[in-house]
């Protein structure tokens, strides 16, 4: 065998092994697509509708009049204004939002009138539970206006009175009271 010989052994060869190795390679690729991990399943589905808030805000009162045990009634009554801050958790559907909130509103300054301009003054803070429900009107250019109303109670507290008359309760130096709360709320969502 001359040296052409051990050239075309040595090529038929080399070509064999070139594709021995490329049929190798190809039995070894992985599958397309490849399968999906597998997770372990959370205690709560992302996608179920539940959700969380919270919120943070001012607040301002109204008051149309004031009690006193006795006669006269302070007059000229106005409420100040406070920070707010809530919690909740709900449940929305497609256009359906429901959910439950505890409300804190900071002490708000109370001032009425009996015998010289705001001689009666005291602290009023409320605590709030309110179930509340929504209706989103369709969404727009990804803005969803809505509309809401809810209903609970009211847990409120007035304290630190000073004035003239006698104070809302002979001898004690705060009231406590429950009420009935409800709320109307209008508004939008954008997301972000």
Known sequence: MGCKGYLRTFAVSGSALALSSA????????????PLP????????????W???????AHWGLIGGADSVSPPNPANNILG??????????????WLRTDVTIDYASPVKYQGTVAAAGDTTA??????????????????YRITP????G????????????????????????KNRWNFAW??????????
């Open 23 to 34: 049929l190798a390679q190809a039995a070894d690729m992985p599958e397309y697509p490849p």
């Open 38 to 49: 597998q997770y372990r399943s959370s205690l709560i589905d992302a996608n179920s509708g």
């Open 51 to 57: 959700y969380l808030r919270g919120d943070l805000g």
């Open 81 to 94: 204004s406070g920070m707010t801050a809530s919690l909740g958790a709900g449940i929305k559907s497609s």
């Open 123 to 140: 602290k009023i803070q409320a605590t709030t539970a309110l179930l509340n429900g929504y209706i989103d009107l369709g969404t727009w």
């Open 146 to 149: 809505y509309i809401g109303g």
């Open 151 to 174: 209903a609970g109670v009211a847990y409120t507290r007035i304290s630190d009175y000073v004035g003239t008359a006698a104070p809302p309760v002979p001898g004690e130096p705060a």
């Open 183 to 192: 709320a109307g709320m209008a508004g939008a969502a954008f997301p972000i």
